[in-house]
């Protein structure tokens, strides 16, 4: 409170000398326009007339060299058209170097009838004045024309078109001509030879009548700031910074008037304290927010490429070109954004808002700062480590590179991949809360109990992880492999501590817990086989059935299953007299899982052997016997009751070698048979 009634206190002092000034200067002004004012005219006039002949020298030697100098600029922006950016840049430099040489050359050049008649017994301060505003206010020129170049835009380093560089231009060129001769020579001409009040006076009209050009060009382009504002918003990432330009873009104008205007008030009340603060914490929030919007561009075009690694790397590191283009925009997004708080705080500082130095020079502020720092360093380091041990993974199952690795290495490489993934977050994270300054031992302590008793409590969970491990440990599935589990059948797409993820034959996706595995059926150990177990009929000869078969696997071995066999065929013979059939059987040595296509193929090949000499492969044959003195009572049946039964033609059956009747129930007439033949 005492600090805000010190605040106001000076406010209202400075308010009431700001009102007894212009009370002041307004009795001179009417003082001297009434004529009550006395004006030496004539010491004036001696003044003015001493410098008048410096003024034409200096201009019309200013006005020769910049006609020299335009041919010059002519060549440098031809050389400009075209080059690369260092080189443009090295062309501007060389173009404001030379403009600056034409101001430094007039400047000179106006010396020289100022030196003469000073030896003369004129006196040089008026001609010091006028050739000292000239060279302040020529140079602001020159770097007003570096930044807009009206006439050369390929000699420009802003990013603006012709009519608004031309437009800015002449504004910025005639505002400081006019403040600058002012405050700099006309000024000190009035208090040296007139009064100090006239000076004064003309001071405080030349300001005001530019503040008021100030505002109509500020309402003037109003709308255009504003519309390039919100294009920058639009092209933002960030959406803070969007929504800071979309609030700027809103109240910019009101903002500028604002501040030109308490600009124009403090010089007026208090020129030697405020304005001096005023104006250089301005120039140096201007520059805090320029190097933060240069480190934020920088940092966006480093990354808006993508960063790109050499091909032997990508090679050896499919993924690792994705991973780093996914890891480093959020770290530069973690720093743009410190980036932006720093800018923030800086500018408190600059305006004494709030004494961040101070803070920050307390033992509080240090270990605050310290442990920030200290917690981002931890989620940095976190970072890289699982960055590299991803990558280590991905290099260790890449095939192309060293040896290719087997299903057990897979399995394991995942399961350690996602175990060390969790184990390092629960690190990183306790060290970042320990960083913060929060005990983490209780903590500790309540997840060892939260543990215990989730454990208790999922004992279905607790088996699911011990069989899991055990099933890992035995080796006795990997991904990849095709096995039965649960009584299903699949392929292994996903194995976890917990659970194992089976693809069927009919695409559907089994999630088996380990918990529910009684026994696992591998079908991919070292080698397979393909049983072949063939059905022929009673009375084929079972010599001749061997031989086709082994033709059929002389043949099937000049395909292209051919390198998938290991060895010869084994011949088991006749495994089982069946109902309709004798099974001979046989077993082929394959490539482990190549088996089932390896069958399929042999089995395509066995149809054609098998037709090509004759062997029948039965089906199952039902006889109709019906009790003697019921055949007439049977109703008639016929092909066409058939249809009409099927509701549609019957299908007529190739005719096959009747065999002798081996059961009581059974007879040589095939299914197909119709009753009527039966009958009769």
């Known amino acids: 409170m005492h600090g805000l009634a010190s605040y106001v206190r000076d406010w209202v002092e400075q308010g009431t000398e700001l009102i007894g000034l212009i009370t002041r200067l307004s009795g001179q002004a009417t003082a001297v326009l009434s004529g009550t004012s006395s004006i030496d005219l004539q010491r004036l006039w001696r003044s003015v007339q001493g410098v008048l002949l410096v003024v034409a020298v200096t201009f019309i030697a200013y ?11 002519r060549v440098l922006a031809g050389a400009a058209k075209g080059s690369r950016l260092l080189r443009r840049i090295g062309t501007i430099a060389l173009s404001a170097s030379a403009d600056a040489v034409t101001v430094l050359g007039a400047w000179a050049v106006g010396y020289l009838p100022a030196l003469y008649f000073g030896w003369a017994g004129w006196r040089g301060d008026s001609q010091t004045l006028f050739l000292n505003a000239f060279l302040f206010i020529e140079l602001a020129k020159v770097m007003a024309r570096v930044l807009l170049a009206p006439r050369w835009p390929v000699l420009r380093l802003g990013r603006i078109d012709d009519t608004t560089a031309a437009y800015w231009y002449f504004w910025v060129s005639r505002l400081v001509s006019v403040i600058g001769y002012t405050f700099l020579f006309a000024a000190p001409l009035l208090a040296a030879n007139v009064s100090g009040g006239i000076a004064e006076a003309l001071r405080v009209f ?42 700027i ?9 604002g501040y030109l205007t308490l600009i124009f008030v403090l010089w007026l009340a208090n020129r030697e304290a405020a304005l001096p603060f ?17 480190l934020t561009t920088a940092m966006v075009r480093l990354t808006a490429g993508g960063m790109h690694l050499p091909d032997d790397i990508k090679a050896r590191l499919p993924l690792l070109e994705a991973r780093i283009n996914a890891f480093v925009p959020n770290v530069l997004r973690v720093i743009r954004y410190m980036i932006m708080t720093a800018v923030v705080l800086a500018t408190a500082q600059i305006w004494r808002v709030a004494d961040f130095i101070g803070w920050l020079s ?42 290719a690795p087997s299903p057990r290495e897979r399995t394991l490489l995942a399961l350690f991949r996602n175990a060390f993934t969790i184990a390092l977050s629960i690190v990183v994270f306790l060290l970042v809360l320990a960083e913060l300054g929060v005990n983490i031992a209780p903590l500790l302590a309540g997840a060892g109990i939260v543990g215990l008793a989730v454990g208790f409590g999922s004992q279905k969970l607790v088996q699911d992880v011990i069989n899991g491990a055990f099933i890992q440990f035995e080796s006795a599935m990997n991904e990849g492999d095709v096995v ?64 086709a078969m082994q033709e059929a696997f002389e043949r099937l071995q000049k395909t292209e299953y051919g390198e998938d066999i290991i060895g010869d065929m084994e011949m088991h013979g006749v495994t089982e007299f069946a109902d309709s059939a004798v099974i001979v059987r046989a077993r082929i040595k394959t490539v482990v899982g190549r088996q089932f296509a390896l ?3 042999y089995n395509e090949i066995i149809k054609e052997v098998f037709d090509e000499r004759g062997i029948s492969i039965p089906f199952p044959h039902v006889t109709l016997h019906l009790p003697a003195g019921k055949q007439d009572a049977a109703p008639p049946t016929s092909t066409r009751a058939r249809q009409k039964n099927s509701g549609g033609a019957a299908k007529t059956r190739p005719k096959r070698r009747r065999r002798p009747e081996i059961a009581a129930n059974e007879s040589t007439h095939d299914g197909a048979d119709s009753l009527d033949e039966m009958q009769a």
């Open 63 to 73: 006005f020769l060299l910049r006609l020299a100098f335009r041919r010059i600029q």
């Open 278 to 294: 005023v104006l250089l914490a301005t120039v140096q929030s201007i520059v805090a927010v320029a190097v933060g919007v240069l």
């Open 599 to 601: 069958g399929r193929a």
């Open 484 to 547: 039965t589990v649960g009584g299903i059948t699949g392929a292994v797409e996903r194995l976890t501590i917990r659970s194992v993820s089976l693809r069927s034959v009919d695409g559907a996706y089994h999630l088996i817990p380990f918990s529910s595995v009684d026994s696992v059926t591998n079908f991919m150990r070292n080698f397979s086989y393909h049983v072949a177990a063939i059905g022929v009929d009673y009375q084929e000869n079972i010599s001749e059935v061997k031989r």
């Open 206 to 247: 030349v300001l005001f009548c530019t503040l008021a050009m100030a505002w109509v060009i500020i309402l003037q382009n109003r709308e255009s700031v504003r519309a390039r504002l919100l294009h920058y918003a639009e092209r933002g990432q960030s959406e803070p910074f969007i929504r800071l330009l979309m609030s």
């Open 362 to 403: 307390s033992e509080f502020g240090q270990r605050v700062v310290t442990s920030v720092l200290a917690a981002a360093f931890v989620l940095l380091v976190g970072g890289l480590i699982h960055l590299a041990v991803q990558s280590w993974v991905e290099y260790r199952l890449n095939p192309s590179y060293g040896h």
């Open 249 to 257: 873009a809103t109240f910019w104008h009101i903002v500028a008037i």
